[in-house]
Structures are given as C-alpha cells and as structure tokens.
C-alpha cells in the first residue's frame, strides 16, 4: 500500500467565496451551510441538488447517483456548517459542484490538511466505500504506524540503494521519499520524492536488463562466420539489385561483426515501412550460408511469408541458393518431403516460415542465423522454440517496422543491440498525407477516381467491421456498400479478420494481381504485402487510431516509383489532441518522430501488452514517455555498477542485489532469446 501512489496532491489551506467561483478553475472548498434540497430531472437525468451558502452568495451541490439521495438528505443537515471541497462546473448558467467532497466545518482542521493526496480507485472499489477519501483515511494510518512521532524517517525503511550512490546524486532515502509521496510538507519535497522513486525504478530495470545481458554475453557463445563468404561476395558483385544506402552498409557492417565475434549476436533492426530491412535481412542470410550455416526467417502471417519467398527468389536469380517456403498451408507429400527432409539434411540452405516452423517435425541440420520478422507479433516462448533447434544458439536478428521511440527502446528491448536504417532508397517519393472530412465525401471520390484512372490501386481502412450502437464510427460493411454504388464499373472487395485466412489470402492475391482496384479493410493490412501499384491509402475515422497504427497503415503505400497519398477522413469536430495527430502526420513521415509523439501522447500503456510475455516489470511511478533523461541516467548508473560490482560481491551493495533478487524472484529470464 506504500506504493500505491496518489494521482495527484491539492493544497487544501485555502478557502473561497461563493462569489469567486468561475467554472475554469481546478479544485476549491467553501465554508458554509445548506439552505435546501431539491430534485430535478427523470430517469438518467434525475439529480440531487443542495443549495449552498457562505452569506456572501449561492452555489448548488449537484448529485447523480439517486441510490446516494436518501443517505445525502439524512447525513448532511441544513443549517449545520461544513467545508465543501470539488471542482466548479456551470449548468444553466448557474455555477454548481458535482459530487463534492462534505466535511463537518467544526472537526475539520484544514491547517494540518496541506496537500491533500488524491488516490485512483475504480468503480468495484467506489461501491464498497472505497473511494479516494477512505483510501486516504486508510494511508494515513499506515504513515503513521511506519513514522511514528518522534522516529528517525531516514532509518525505517531498509534502503535498497548504495549511500554512495544516495549521495553521489543527491537523492533523498527510501523513508521520506515513501513519507512525502502521500503526505509531503511543500510542493519541492514531493518533487523530490517523486525524482527519487522514478530513479530507483528504472535503476532496478536496467540494472536487471544489463546483468542479464552481461551474463548472457559471457556465457553464450555462437557461432564464429569468420568469411562473408563467395555467396554474399556473388549477390553483392552481379545481383544486388540496387545500389545500399549508406544506413542499410552501416547495420550490415554493425551486424557482421557481431557475428564474426564468437559472442552470439543478439539484435534488433528497426527500419521505416520500405526502409530495405529485406534486403538487409537476405545478405545477411547470404552471410551465414557461405559459412555452412542455414538461415530461417519467420513472418506471422502466410502472405507475408509468400512475398519474402518471391522477393528473394527474384533478388538470388540463378544463384545456387535453395530457398524454400514452410507454412501450416504447405501439406502432404510436398511438406514431408522434401521440404522438412531437405531442412534435416542441410540442402535446404534458408527456410522462410510462419509458426510451422516452431513444429517439433521441423528439423535443422546446421541453424546459424534465425530472423523474425515483425517481431511484435511472436510471443517470447515462441521464439524460444525456434532458439532450441540448434545445438549452439543461433545469431538472432528481430525486424520491426513500427519505430521504438529510443526510451521505450532501452527499457523495453535493452538487453539487445539495436541497429537503425533511418534513410529511404533512392528514387521513393515521400507519401502525402492530406486530411478530408466524412461531412464532404466528394472530394475524396474525384481524388480516388483519378487515381484508379492512372492505373493506380487504393486501400481504404475502417475503424469497424460492423455498424455499432454504441458508436458513431463509420463501418466497412456500410463503407463498402457505398463505394460499390459510387464506383459501380470497378472491382471493389474487402477484407477482415473476420474472414478465414483462405479467403483473406485469396482476395489479397487478387489485388496483388492487379484485377481489385479499391481493397476495402481494417487493420488486418497493418503487416501486410508489397504492392507497389497501390498509391493511395484512406483511413476512414483516423482520429480513433494512434499515431504508430496511422504510421504503419500509411506505409501500405509509397513502394512504388508514382506519388502516393494517405488520406486521413475525420469529422469536423475534434478535440486539441486528436487535431495535433492529424497534423503531425501532415507534416511528417518520419517514424522516429512520430513515435516519440505517439509516447508522449498515449503513454506507453500496457508494456506487457507490448512486449507480450517478455517483461517482468511494472512502473508504478516512472513514465516512458516523459522522463527520458531518468531512463538514460538510471542505465549509465546501472552500466557503472555493473563495472565497479560484476561479481556482486561488493558489501556496500549487498543490500541492492537481494533486493534485485526479490523483486524478480518469480520473472523468467527471456534476454537471450531476444
């Protein structure tokens, strides 16, 4: 309970009048009575009004909830003095305070309240009376029993942290850190505070992640690629297709001599939608087969899956390089043999796969180098499966299009290496992105007419499968059958996740093909295939998607060598925030940028949801998304421990790497899967 934080303090010493009162203002508390009470509305409308004065004016106390009406009208009493506390709105042109805080004027001493702690609760707990008060009631008992009058605060509590360390950065101790977070004298002391626990937070992250890695470094060896060998040689010389930017020579060289080390290469490429990450990823596989090692890579879906297996084939021409695809849809005789024998024996030199490759059927002769592509979308045990096929762990390389804003990056995948293509090839357009509103379709229907008319091909992407009466969002069944009356001479089709794989699969070919000319779909085209002849993406109710998924969704298209566009359709109405989302992804393509905007917009939300099974830590305090430079200072102090202590022998420290062991007693250690 000593970590479960307030969301927020008020100073609660200062009381208004009646007659101050405007509705923009934050939290007030009047002293005054209740001259009546009152009920006005039906139904959901139905409320509680209490007319309340301080003799210099009135305000109305307003209630909701009619179950509350009946102990309201006997607990609180007119004529009797109290000290109301909330937030002013205005109704009707009258200023009022819903559901406000009512204390009796006379026991409460509003001197020794300063400022007040305010505690998230939820709706189960508010329904058994535990509402921020009662949680306040409850940990101000709790401070009292840990500090007791008279008590040294800094010596309560064991400290976890080394004193050199306390002092070297001027932090203060566990104690009064704990003490001040509920109950601090001044606003300095809760910033104080608060700098203290985000520090030892993501101290204890990072110096997780680092010993770990560490460990790994010291005990995993991989395998030696001492050559890059006649194959890679070959490609590069007569069938690199064009010329490497210099960020794509830059992560091939950071790569290589990882793999060269004889330390197991543990990384993670992130590269912008049509950044070369394939390209990337196939010299590297060239690197390992001129080794006489195989190289997997695995896709998570078939059709992703299938486009690798053409691309490469159309990159390695006639080269001695057998390449072949391995999918739940691959059955039979052709499955069995000789795709599954030929991985067994070592003829098949690199397997491209989608979870059938985790099967224990599928057998490796000699694995040295295993790629994942879109790696969010692989859970960590997954991947340890695939890690086990070989007797020496493979070099890993994980692949993500979706750019990790680099705090994020250092938290949530710290214990890998992690390489950036941060340029585009030559020749690509940058993607327009322009904003459309629903109440004006027309525009945007010349604007795709003229597209198709050029030969082009368009997405267009909705938030809902269905109509929902819970929402106003526009649909893709409704959607679709619009386009079909608005564009009665074209191929329209759809696609969700509704649908079986066969049926996606079958009509993506088709608009791969050529022959669909407008795809109508949701998200499930987030990770999808290469179609350089599709220009234009629209994105019905963009506002309702983050930044990331609209950055993601606007890489569908630009692979090709026309101008492409991504239309972003919202209603007129929306609020400051949505506004600036459309407008960063106006001005920008920019991955990195859009990412870090994203962070600091939706906070990095459910990290566990990101990582899926691969993250043993919550923050109760520390925000990714703000406190950047913390998450930098807490890894370097983390990376100096680890050089002064690597032992963990140090007896000054003893007491930080038990309390290290405790926090992650039950975490399993995922780090050298990747």
Not at 22 to 30: K, R, Y
Not at 147 to 154: L, Y
Request: proline letters at 4%.
């Amino acid at each position: 309970m000593l970590y479960y934080f307030p969301y927020k303090h008020i100073d609660r010493t200062r009381l208004y009048f009646v007659h101050e009162l405007t509705a923009d203002m934050p939290f007030v508390q009047v002293l005054g009575e209740i001259l009546s009470f009152e009920e006005e509305g039906r139904g959901r409308k139905r409320r509680l009004l209490a007319h309340f004065t301080d003799g210099h004016g009135i305000v109305d106390l307003v209630w909701f909830q009619s179950g509350a009406f009946k102990w309201i009208k006997k607990n609180y009493l007119i004529g009797k003095r109290y000290i109301v506390f909330g937030r002013p709105g205005v109704f009707n042109g009258r200023i009022n305070i819903p559901h406000p805080d009512v204390d009796d004027a006379e026991t409460l001493q509003l001197g020794t309240m300063g400022m007040q702690p305010y505690y998230n609760t939820t709706d189960k707990m508010k329904k058994v009376g535990l509402n921020s008060r009662a949680m306040e009631r409850l940990t101000s008992t709790l401070i009292a029993k840990v500090f007791p009058t008279g008590c040294n605060i800094n010596t309560q509590l064991a400290e976890p942290l080394p004193q050199s360390l306390i002092h070297r950065l001027a932090l203060v101790s566990l104690g009064q850190s704990l003490h001040d977070l509920h109950y601090p004298d001044s606003a300095e002391a809760l910033r104080r505070a608060t700098y203290r626990q985000k520090f030892e937070e993501l101290f204890f992250i990072q110096l997780n992640l680092l010993r770990f890695t560490r460990l790994r470094q010291q005990q995993v060896r991989g395998y030696v690629f001492s050559t890059v060998g006649s194959y890679f040689n070959s490609f590069y010389s007569n069938y690199l297709p064009f010329p490497l930017t210099g960020a794509q020579k830059r992560v091939i060289r950071e790569m290589w001599n990882d793999m060269k080390s004889g330390k197991q290469m543990n990384r993670l490429l992130q590269g912008d939608v049509g950044s070369g990450k394939t390209l990337v990823a196939l010299l590297l596989m060239l690197i390992a087969v001129g080794n006489g090692y195989q190289a997997c890579i695995m896709a998570p879906t078939e059709i992703l899956a299938e486009q690798h297996l053409a691309t490469f084939r159309e990159f390695l021409k006639d080269m001695p390089v057998r390449v072949e695809l391995l999918t739940g849809s691959v059955k039979g005789k052709k499955r069995r043999n000789p795709i599954i024998e030929g991985t067994r024996t070592g003829e098949v030199q690199i397997l491209i796969g989608t979870h059938a490759v985790l099967e224990d059927t599928v057998e490796f002769s000699r694995l040295g180098l295993v790629i994942i592509d879109e790696q969010h979308r692989f859970g960590v045990a997954q991947r340890a499966r695939l890690w086990k096929k070989s007797e020496v762990p493979p070099h890993v390389l994980v692949m993500t299009a979706t750019p990790i804003p680099r705090t994020l990056a250092m938290t949530l995948y710290g214990d890998l290496d992690v390489s950036v293509i941060d340029e585009l090839p030559p020749g690509r357009k940058p993607i327009e992105t322009r904003h459309f509103w629903t109440e004006k379709p027309e525009a945007l229907y010349r604007g795709i007419r003229g597209e198709v008319q050029k030969g082009r091909q368009v997405y267009v992407v909705y938030p809902l499968i269905k109509e929902s009466e819970k929402s106003d969002m526009q649909d893709l069944e409704n959607g679709f059958a619009q386009l079909c009356e608005v564009f009665p001479d074209l191929q329209i089709a759809k696609v969700h996740g509704q649908m079986k794989p066969a049926e996606k699969d079958a009509v993506m070919e088709r608009f791969v093909d050529g022959e669909i000319k407008i795809l109508v779909a949701t998200t499930v085209i987030e990770v999808g295939v290469n179609v350089p002849n599709a220009s234009v993406m629209v994105i019905q109710n963009a506002e309702r998607f983050g930044l990331a998924q609209l950055h993601q969704l606007r890489g569908r298209v630009g692979r090709g060598a026309d101008q492409s566009y991504c239309i972003l359709v919202t209603k007129y109405e929306l609020s400051q925030d949505t506004k600036r989302r459309i407008d960063i992804m106006c001005e920008t393509n920019d991955g990195f940028e859009i990412a870090e905007a994203d962070l600091k917009f939706r906070g990095p939300g459910d990290l566990e949801g990101t990582q899926q099974s691969g993250v043993a830590f919550d923050l109760h305090i520390a925000n990714l998304a703000r406190d950047g430079q913390l998450v930098q200072l807490a890894r370097d102090t983390a990376n100096q421990i680890l050089d002064e202590d690597p032992n963990q022998s140090l007896p000054e420290n003893a007491r930080m790497w038990s309390h290290l062991r405790e926090l992650n007693k039950n975490a399993v250690d995922w780090s050298s899967i990747s």
